[in-house]
């Protein structure tokens, strides 16, 4: 008779928005072993309608000896968070590793739609997962391309009210964790107002820059893509050397202007979750003026990302997940700051200024292995925000945390969980 797996114990900390980390806890139980869980703040204790969790009300100066004794008195073995960047699970997972504890990390998918991240360690910038192209088609040898066709109906309300619920607990009951430190940088009433202006406007920004989108591809004027990010992205937070999106943004309409071809182009997008707080329009007046590219500089405020893409000489971007999209388009890409599609090969590994002219196209054989190895170590098929899509990115997190089996080759096609003799 086989041996039976050693006992594991799993510590969760914050998860996204959604039943997703309750319900893995609770196939992990059902494998016989430990779910512990600290909630933060009183939003975490509504998405943990578990036993086992037990709250912090600290400061961020205490939790790093707090969560140092908890690892140990506890036994935990694996810690789970989502968005390893945050202050405490940064604090967390650097505590764990002196432990030899396990950490994993969750985030959304890298591949989009209908896709989840799951990795040991650290999430984009701060990914294992491999850079040298020979090791990518290696991996790529153990499996088919992945299919991408949307298999989810996503729901905007299972985006949108539980990030208000939990916010908005935060900020009314914020006397049960006094002291909680929030990742967010804007206050959350003041974005929800900001957000109910931009939804009231968004049929008509999306019509107002599909027509200027299809006007520019008309005149058949060559333009360069700039995907503007959110300002409170951890990846440029935490993960480039910019100390906001209007530093980058100086530092890409001067190369523009002083190394660009004069017939072509910039055109800035703006993210598809911008608050409108960050007033883009201003700044990009601004320093199209000092850099006199008026005439040659195009803000879209919504509209098709994919259209402009098809036609771009190229795309230049920090680190957004918008330049792997347009990599698969064949689009060449410039990224500025460290991102984990950032492979020689891929995009282009020249100087900004020398971009404009002469930009790399991607091997295209190198980017379907890529997004091959992605989807077969880092990656599991579901999503937050549909029914279905739940059931499935649970089972598949749940069968790879149960097998050891992150950021390693592992097949995603099977939906049912290992029995506990086959766990690892």
């Known amino acids: 008779m086989p041996m039976p797996p050693p006992q594991r114990c799993f510590l969760f900390l914050q998860g996204p928005l959604s039943p997703l980390y309750a319900r893995i806890a609770g196939e ?122 949307p298999r989810f109906a996503n729901s905007f309300a299972r985006v949108a009210v539980p990030d208000v619920i939990y916010n908005l607990a935060n900020s009314l009951l914020w006397f049960a964790y006094p002291h909680y430190q929030r990742h967010t940088i804007y206050f959350p009433p003041l974005e929800y ?33 700039v995907p503007l990010q959110l300002e409170g992205d951890f990846q440029i937070r935490d993960r480039s050397p910019f100390k906001g999106i209007g530093e980058a943004l100086e530092l890409i309409m001067k190369s523009f202007a002083e190394h660009a071809p004069g017939d072509t182009h910039l055109v800035l997008k703006t993210h598809p979750l911008d608050n409108g707080l960050e007033r883009w329009p201003r700044l990009v007046a601004r320093l199209s003026a000092k850099y006199r590219l008026d005439a040659r500089v195009t803000l879209f405020d919504g509209g098709r990302l994919d259209r402009l893409i098809a036609h771009a000489e190229g795309l230049v971007t920090i680190n957004s997940s918008a330049g792997l999209e347009a990599l698969l388009a064949g689009c060449p890409v410039k990224v500025l700051a460290p991102a984990i599609y950032d492979i020689e090969g891929m995009t282009d590994q020249a100087a900004l200024d020398r971009y404009w002219s002469a930009p790399a196209k991607p091997d295209m054989t190198l980017v379907e292995a890529f997004v091959c190895a992605l989807a077969i170590t880092v990656q599991v098929r579901g999503t937050l925000y549909a029914d279905d899509g739940l059931d499935m990115a649970v089972t598949q997190m749940a069968r790879r945390i ?21 766990q690892a």
């Open 28 to 149: 992990l139980e059902q494998h016989g072993h430990t779910v512990l869980r600290i909630n933060l703040c009183i939003g975490d204790a509504l998405h943990w309608p578990r036993p086992g969790a037990s709250g912090f009300r600290g400061r961020v100066a205490e939790w790093p000896a707090f969560i140092d004794r908890y690892l140990v008195e506890r036994g935990v073995t694996d810690l789970i968070l989502h968005g390893d960047r945050r202050i405490y699970h940064r604090i967390a997972a650097e505590k764990a590793r002196t432990h030899g504890i396990q950490v994993i990390a969750t985030e959304l998918g890298y591949l989009r739609p209908d896709w989840m991240t799951i990795e040991l360690d650290a999430t984009s910038a701060g990914s294992h997962f491999p850079r040298d192209p020979e090791e990518i088609r290696c991996l790529a040898e153990q499996a088919p391309r992945p299919d991408f066709a």
């Open 402 to 422: 149960l097998a050891n089996a992150i950021n390693t080759p592992f097949d995603p096609s099977s939906d049912s969980l290992p029995t506990r003799e086959g």
């Open 193 to 225: 107002a900001a957000w109910l202006l931009r939804l009231l406007s968004r049929r008509t920004r999306d019509r107002r820059a599909n027509r200027g989108t299809e006007a520019l591809i008309g005149t058949h004027t060559p333009f360069f893509i």
